[in-house]
């Protein structure tokens, strides 16, 4: 079945800010992410029928771009530099306690980094997470819950009083 | 309630997972459990600087989706007949079977496929050799063969038509 243009366009236009994002947010992929992003919806309409038969047409297309920018890369030859993993975004020092943030998520493993990412920044739900990640539900909430008991932790060393945001 | 389970509890709560239902059972705990509620506290405080820690402003794509334009055409099937050619050719086939049987018939029923003895020869009643040889058999190719020419004529005369024939 051939994609409607007009679906497409609707679609584009809903997630192609948040899966821009997706790509910006990594280091090498950040350059790249506006081509990054046209090839992921030309792999989603290849796969049309399965996108419109998805649990959620948004973690099909997360899924589609997370495998875009495996593919990309794997494609990748640094210049005598080493492959970095993706950081936690770079900013100006609001707060002690942000930055304390920002150092924790960075610090977590990859797998639970990639899934809190997933929820806290695109808001994507567990079944989402499982499908963009192809993991069972288990595994996603698991891997959630060990990354936020971590980041607690981080922010709230057993000694010091409970920090709220200003 | 362990603290495991309830920080497990928490954890989905934060994060919008839990069913209404669960969530209303859950703050029922919480308004009982003053500890309870002060992990339920530093849980959504630490969920709350995550969240800042990690936002990110969306911006739309500078570039439309060209990807309509590149997507591929779906695969041509080998071989794909409308109804409509379906139709015709079917009206061929009905024809070119009624002109054969139109033509069969012109010929005589003794000549016709379904009337033709498939008994061999020897056996035929009547003897079949009345009826003379076959039409390929080797006597009555002989028997239509062209006429030499006799000695001391031109091959030409012989098939000079004859001044009596009617045929002018």
Redo the contacts between chains.
């Keep these: 079945m051939e994609a409607p243009a007009n679906e497409l366009e609707d679609l584009y236009g809903q997630m192609g800010p948040a899966l821009l994002a997706y790509f910006r947010q990594h280091p090498i992929l950040a350059g790249a992410a506006e081509d990054l992003l046209q090839d992921t919806f030309v792999r989603a309409i290849r796969g049309w029928d399965r996108l419109r038969n998805s649990v959620s047409p948004r973690a099909y297309l997360f899924g589609i771009a997370r495998h875009v920018g495996q593919d990309a890369l794997r494609r990748y030859r640094p210049a005598g530099e080493s492959r970095e993993e993706p950081a936690a975004p770079a900013g100006p020092v609001e707060d002690d306690r942000l930055e304390r943030m920002r150092q924790a998520i960075a610090g977590l493993p990859l797998p639970q980094r990639e899934t809190l990412l997933l929820k806290l920044r695109y808001e994507l739900s567990y079944l989402e997470i499982a499908e963009v990640l192809g993991l069972p539900v288990g595994t996603v909430r698991s891997r959630l819950h060990l990354a936020v008991a971590h980041l607690k932790l981080q922010l709230n060393p057993p000694s010091s009083a409970t920090a709220h945001v200003s | 309630m362990k603290p495991e389970s309830l ?2 509890l928490l ?2 709560h ?4 839990l069913t209404p239902e669960a969530a209303e059972l859950l703050q029922e705990h919480l308004a009982r459990d003053p500890a309870a509620a ?1 992990r339920a ?3 959504e ?24 334009a ?5 695969p041509p099937s080998r071989l794909r007949v409308t109804w409509a050619e379906g139709l015709r050719l079917a009206a061929c086939v009905v024809l070119g079977l009624a002109a054969g049987w139109w033509a069969n018939g012109a010929r005589g029923p003794s000549t016709s496929v379904a009337s033709a003895p498939t008994l061999p020869l020897e056996t035929r009643p009547g003897g079949a050799r009345d009826q003379g040889p076959a039409f390929w058999s080797v006597a009555n190719l002989s028997q239509h063969q062209r006429p030499r020419a006799p000695a001391g004529r031109n091959r030409e005369d012989v098939f000079q038509i004859p001044w009596e024939s009617i045929v002018k």
Excluded: M, S, Y
């Design positions: 920080d497990a954890t989905d934060c994060l919008g997972e002060q506290q530093e849980l405080a630490t969920l709350a600087w995550a969240r800042k820690a990690t936002a990110i402003t969306l911006e739309r794509p500078e570039r439309p989706l060209a990807a309509v590149v997507a591929p055409a779906p």
